[in-house]
Antibody, heavy 121, light 110 residues
């Protein structure tokens, strides 16, 4: 059973770069698409971007200029970097597997537990 | 402002049936399949429904999904106290080339 776990600093200063890593266990990262999703306090979910293990990456246009997503297949990990953060980037950040099947469409499962990142000086 | 529209709250008594709706557009729900998630505080969102109306193994048949045009619904029958959670709809959006979500519906079991 595939499990995901986010890790990284819980506090980031304004204008600095948020960095998170997602470790995939119970399965290979080299078989699926992988997404980053966030949820600001009291608000809904927002898709940040996804990557395929080969390095193909797609971003949410609203964040594209500030987002970097990378993969380390040797460690079964993928990472998120979000630059020039502000208080508006305070959120619970989730990593998740993005599945696709020609018959049943797309779905996100499983998700990590999520990690709260607060942007504050 | 979420791309998919959900009512912020819903409620029902134990044993009753509740329906949660999700409204989108032709670029997301109208073209692609809908997923539903149950989200408890501090936990990972759990997949309840995929492909509009399919339940992953382990999800009780009290949960049922449906879709018509650019709207989708999640019905929960035989409400139980443990169903109290936030419920989110999600779909792929062809215009965005990414995922869009509803704002979530907080379900209260009275």
């Amino acid at each position: 059973q595939v499990q995901l776990q986010e890790s990284g600093p819980g506090l980031v200063k304004p204008s600095e770069t948020l960095s998170l890593t997602c470790t995939v266990s119970g399965g290979s990262i080299s078989s699926s698409y992988w997404s980053w999703i966030r949820q600001p306090p009291g608000k809904g979910l927002e898709w940040i971007g996804y990557l395929y293990y080969s390095g193909s990456i797609t971003f949410n246009p609203s964040l594209k200029s500030r987002v970097t997503i990378s993969v380390d297949t040797s460690k079964n990990q993928f990472s998120l970097r979000l630059s020039s953060v502000t208080a508006a980037d305070t959120a619970v950040y989730y990593c998740a597997r993005h599945n696709y099947d020609v018959l049943t469409g797309r779905w996100i499962d499983p998700w990590g537990q999520g990690t709260l990142v607060t942007v504050s000086s | 402002q979420s791309v998919l529209t959900q009512a912020p709250s819903a409620s029902g008594a134990p044993g009753q049936r509740v329906t949660i709706s999700c409204s989108g557009s032709s670029s997301n729900i109208g073209t692609n399949t809908v997923n539903w998630y149950q989200h408890l505080p501090g936990a990972a969102p759990q997949l309840l429904i995929y492909n509009d109306n399919q339940r992953p193994s382990g999800v009780p048949d009290r949960f049922a999904g449906s879709k018509s045009g650019t709207s989708a619904s999640l019905a929960i029958s035989g409400l139980q106290s443990e169903d109290e959670a936030d419920y989110y709809c999600a779909a792929w959006d062809d215009s965005l080339n990414g995922w869009v979500f509803g704002g979530g519906t907080k379900l209260t079991v009275l």
